[in-house]
């Protein structure tokens, strides 16, 4: 297949995925910035909201050679966003002035170690996270309920990682 082609396959595949996550095509706009890189960009306002496990389901459609840069403003929105962000084919993930819920729900999740850990930048911004009572309980490692090991070690493979602002 030629490069043109195969790049035009890419593009419609990844698109028609896209189209199908309901908040995330609502709310985020999406394009390709190389043969096999995307960029998603969203803008969470008010009372809306976007889920990372949807975006994990989303690209366990996808090609194993895309890559995903994914920059999250919100105005007033929320996320929900599991710390340690894990989805595959994710590289680059910004969160900026965004309120998270389900920080902690999968920190005892063993499916998390199984996720690739692809993020290389991570960097997030004025935000804070929001902690049920019983989210934190339940996210108290004891001995025979640790934490992962995504969730002690964060992203390992990442070049960068800036947090600033976080509440």
């Excluded at 593009?11 to 390709?32: A, D, H, P, T, Y």
């Excluded at 459609?61 to 929900?80: A, M, Y």
């Excluded at 969160?95 to 999968?106: E, G």
Aim: proline residues 4%; glycine residues 4%.
């Amino acid at each position: 297949m030629n490069n043109s082609i195969e790049t035009f396959a890419n593009f419609s595949g990844v698109m028609n995925e896209f189209e199908s996550i309901k908040n995330w095509s609502r709310l985020c706009n999406i394009s390709q910035t190389g043969h096999t890189d995307f960029n998603i960009v969203c803008i969470i306002i008010g009372n809306s909201s976007i889920k990372l496990s949807e975006f994990r389901n989303f690209t366990d459609k996808i090609s194993s050679n895309i890559r995903f840069d994914l920059s999250v403003t919100c105005e007033d929105g929320i996320i929900h966003f599991p710390w340690p962000f894990r989805a595959d084919k994710l590289h680059r993930i910004y969160i900026k002035d965004c309120r998270i819920k389900d920080y902690r729900t999968d920190y005892k999740n063993p499916l998390i170690d199984s996720i690739p850990d692809t993020i290389k930048y991570l960097q997030m911004e004025n935000v804070t996270t929001i902690l049920r009572i019983k989210e934190t309980y339940d996210s108290i490692p004891i001995a025979d309920s640790p934490i992962t090991r995504a969730t002690e070690c964060g992203p390992e493979n990442a070049f960068s990682i800036i947090r600033r602002g976080k509440r």
